[in-house]
Nanobody
Framework: VQLQASGGGLVQAGGSLRLSCAAS????????TGWFRQAPGKGREFVAT????????SYAESVKGRFAISRDNVKNTVYLQMNSLKPEDTAVYYC???????????????????WGQGTQVTVSS
């Protein structure tokens, strides 16, 4: 499946952004879809995931209560609504899709088979 991430940009602390992950092939609801981020000099970090079976969601502790992941099956798109943004949220954000649906591995980037190109989010203080 081909993924296209978009929606990044520059925002002040406390602001909001909505990232989109559109699938141009295959039906995205057949995959567990996740968002990861990578800040300069750091590894790829789990942000959120929405499971293909049932659509349950999981979040990193650092974003819980501020970010929300959702899926629009008609538009074949997964969204990441980011509110109350902080400077430490600055990173390149990637969406990824996995054919697997094992809850214990969903936070591990190696679980995911397909990756989008990334979109830059910069939060100024």
């Amino acid at each position: 499946v081909q993924l296209q991430a978009s929606g990044g940009g520059l925002v002040q602390a406390g602001g909001s952004l909505r990232l989109s992950c559109a699938a141009s092939t295959r039906t995205l609801s057949r995959y567990t879809t996740g968002w990861f981020r990578q800040a300069p000099g750091k590894g790829r970090e789990f942000v959120a995931t929405i499971r293909k079976n049932g659509g349950s969601t999981s979040y990193a502790e650092s974003v819980k209560g501020r970010f929300a992941i959702s899926r629009d099956n008609v538009k074949n798109t997964v969204y990441l609504q980011m509110n109350s943004l902080k400077p430490e949220d600055t990173a390149v954000y990637y969406c990824a899709a996995s054919q697997r649906d094992i809850i214990t591995t969903m936070k591990n980037p190696t679980t995911y088979d397909y990756w989008g190109q990334g979109t830059q989010v910069t939060v100024s203080s």
